[in-house]
C-alpha cells in the first residue's frame, strides 16, 4: 500500500539532516507503540549517512496479527540512507523475523523552501505485507499508525531543531 507524507521545518536541510542522522536523537524518540530503538549501525561514508535501527512492537496487535506471529514478538529493522549533499535517500523497514512478508521501501527528499524560510521533508513509499487472504486488510491498517509515527517524529525533530545551532 502506497504512502506519502511532508513536513516543514524551520531550519535548513543540513540542520534538518545533521538531526535526522543523529542516533541519539532516535535514541531518545518516543513513537506511539514502539519501544526506543536499539542503534544497530550509525556510519558515514563521505556524504553518506546510514542508520540502521531496531524496533519493537509493543501496541496492542489484533488477533489476526497475533495468529501469524505465533506468539512471537514483532520486531524489525530499519534503515535511513542519506546523501546529504543532496539531500535524498531512501528509507526502508522489514520483519526482523520473516522480511519476505512484511517490509516496505520509500524515498524521502529534503529540500530548500522558497527564499529560504526552511525546508521540506517528503516521504513516499510502499508498505506489503504479504500474507494470504489478510495481507491488503494488514497493510490498509498498518499505514495509518506508520503516518502518525513520522508526524511524531517530524514533531520531535522540529523541537530538537529549535533547541541547537543551526548548520548552514
Known amino acids: 500500500m502506497h504512502f506519502e507524507t511532508e513536513h516543514d521545518f524551520a531550519a535548513s536541510p543540513a540542520s534538518v539532516l545533521a538531526i535526522l542522522c543523529d542516533p541519539e536523537f532516535h535514541a ?3 513513537l506511539p507503540d514502539l519501544s526506543r530503538p536499539e542503534v544497530v549501525a550509525s556510519t558515514t561514508d563521505g556524504p553518506t549517512r ?24 514483532l520486531s524489525w529493522m530499519q534503515e535511513l540512507r ?13 520483519a526482523e523475523a520473516d522480511p519476505g512478508r512484511l ?3 520509500a524515498s ?20 506489503h505485507v504479504r500474507v494470504p487472504l489478510v495481507g491488503s486488510t494488514a497493510e490498509r491498517r498498518i499505514v ?11 514533531a520531535a525533530l522540529s523541537e530538537a531543531l529549535a533547541s541547537r545551532p543551526q548548520s548552514e
Open 28 to 30: 531518545q524518540l518516543d
Open 144 to 154: 495509518p499508525g506508520l503516518v502518525r509515527r513520522l508526524d511524531v517524529e517530524a
Open 108 to 127: 524521502l527528499t529534503i529540500g530548500e523552501l522558497d527564499r529560504g524560510a526552511g525546508s521540506r521533508r517528503r516521504i513516499s513509499g510502499d508498505l
Open 50 to 73: 546510514l542508520l540502521r535501527l531496531r524496533y519493537q512492537y509493543i501496541g496492542q496487535l489484533d488477533p489476526i496479527a497475533r495468529k501469524i506471529l505465533s506468539g512471537r514478538a
Open 103 to 105: 517490509n516496505g521501501a
Open 82 to 94: 542519506v546523501d546529504v549533499a543532496t539531500g535524498t535517500g531512501s528509507l526502508t523497514f522489514s
